[in-house]
């Protein structure tokens, strides 16, 4: 039975952040697990510094045609929950619905298990007490395994604190943001200037190329890669899922979009080289913790391990970001009648989403016991699939009265979604054919949502999700 309480006495979000918050969330929100351990895996897959680096380009490019079209979504449609909103103007409920549930699996709880991860294997490199032994194997055989190790109890642990964190209120979790966010950007700056100056690097490796170790020919192998590419450029659309936190969202959310994608693409790329310039491709095949052994090969192995310690802490600020961004989903779709509805509670004292603060803690907890390259597969297809159909809305709002077209998205229109799209389709197409378990997977996450909407959630009466302006 729904609630006779009016809305005026329902506590709702606060437009608490500004143009550096907004912008320090899409930057800590990229730069995390990808960079920190995908030129690694690339390495093997690509087997040449060249197309190692213009995977990263493309990957940029891409991601920078994303932030231009999603700020005209946000723009004409600021409420919280990103995709979810603009798929249920777009397509109807069950697409909207599809896509946040996807979102609280794939697009978050996921990203943020691989992230913690990932700190935890920095945190080994510096710390030999927290250096995981071999993780024991608790279900299943193969890839499709659960694992549990010290890996796992520190991921656990640093998802719980910064979830605490996010439960008591937005305003505190953007001051530690904004720390972490700066001190993130201040690490990887040092370590890109000393690199070149003190670190004992030598730029013909980035002629040496390495032994592929992928059976696909390297134009195949290349769109299944842009899965890892993807996830480390996921992130640039973060803004769109605080809109209703965003102080003047029509200025803030552009800026924010296009601003943060755009350093982190320079970086990355810069950050790549680096990594060439520290160690041979061979050497950096197969490697998780790519950063820190970078950092061991140019600096020795007690400057290298401060390094991967203060990269651990950088890996801290996508975990925050993202633990801030997700149960902004889960609550915008519940506020709107299509998720549970206690994901819609806001805290009276704190003014935050709680319980879907506390779920999407649980479920990312659970998620670090799946091995790391075939939950990246997963994350990249789902989220890349999602994405597409995101932009590709955008064919349909611009013919509906009252929209605001953005001048950026509007220069040979339809040139900038269409140069979205098309590497979209290319490593949909491809992963379908030779990763047919991830994509089963994928597939088995969207029905299972259709499924859960059309069996619990349809008869719900939604509120209406408007095309609103600022």
């Known amino acids: 039975m729904i609630s006779s309480v009016t809305p005026a006495t329902k506590p709702s979000l606060l437009r608490q952040l500004g143009v550096v918050s907004a912008t320090a969330l899409v930057i800590s929100n990229m730069i995390g697990v990808g960079i920190f351990t995908t030129t690694g895996f690339l390495a093997g897959d690509l087997g040449r510094p060249s197309l190692v680096l213009w995977i990263w380009v493309i990957g940029a490019a891409c991601a920078l045609f994303g932030a231009f079209c999603y700020s005209e979504l946000g723009i004409n449609l600021p409420s919280s929950g990103g995709e979810y909103v603009y798929l249920t103007r777009a397509y109807g409920p069950t697409w909207g619905f599809m896509s946040g549930w996807a979102s609280f699996f794939a697009g978050f709880s996921g990203p943020i298990a691989g992230t913690a991860l990932a700190f935890a294997d920095y945190l080994g490199h510096f710390c030999a007490a927290c250096a995981d032994e071999k993780p024991r194997i608790i279900a299943g055989s193969g890839d499709w395994t659960l694992q549990l190790g010290k890996q796992q109890i520190f991921a656990c642990a640093v998802i719980l604190l910064f979830s605490i964190v996010n439960l008591l209120g937005v305003r505190r979790s953007a001051r530690v943001q904004n720390f972490l966010t700066g001190a993130k950007i201040a690490v990887l700056l040092v370590f890109i200037v000393l690199a070149f100056t003190v670190g004992s690097g030598s730029w013909h490796n ?136 206690s994901a819609a509670k806001v805290h009276p004292k704190w003014r935050t989403p709680y319980v879907a603060i506390i779920a999407q803690c649980v479920c990312a907890m659970l998620m670090t016991m799946t091995p790391f390259p075939q939950l990246v597969t997963y994350i990249g297809f789902t989220l890349s699939l999602f994405a597409a159909i995101s932009v590709a809305s955008l064919f349909y709002f611009r013919r509906q009265p009252g929209w605001h077209k953005t001048r950026m998205v509007s220069f040979c229109w339809p040139l900038i979604p269409i140069l979205f799209l098309i590497p979209e389709a290319w490593i949909v197409v491809w992963g379908v054919q030779l990763k047919p378990m991830i994509s089963l997977a994928a597939a088995v996450t969207m029905i299972t949502g259709a499924l859960v909407y059309h069996f619990r959630l349809r008869s719900r009466p939604p509120e209406r999700v408007g095309i609103e302006t600022y």
């Not at 299944?224 to 102080?247: D, H, P, Q, R």
């Open 206 to 341: 980035l002629s040496l190329d390495a032994v592929r170790t992928s059976p696909h020919p390297v134009y195949e192998q290349f769109a299944i890669s842009l899965f890892f590419i993807y996830l480390s450029f996921s992130g640039w659309n973060a803004a769109t899922y605080v809109a209703e936190e965003l102080k003047q969202p029509a200025r803030t959310l552009p800026i924010a979009l296009a601003c943060g994608t755009t350093l982190v693409a320079v970086l990355y790329i810069i950050l790549n080289v680096v990594f060439m310039y520290a160690a041979p491709l061979e050497s950096l095949k197969g490697e998780v913790a790519v950063g820190a052994l970078a950092a061991s090969r140019l600096f020795g192995a007690n400057v290298g391990g401060l390094f991967a310690a203060l990269m651990a802490m950088s890996l801290m600020a996508t975990v925050n970001a993202e633990v801030t961004i997700g149960p902004r989903v889960s609550y915008a779709m519940a506020k709107n009648g299509a998720f549970l509805a």
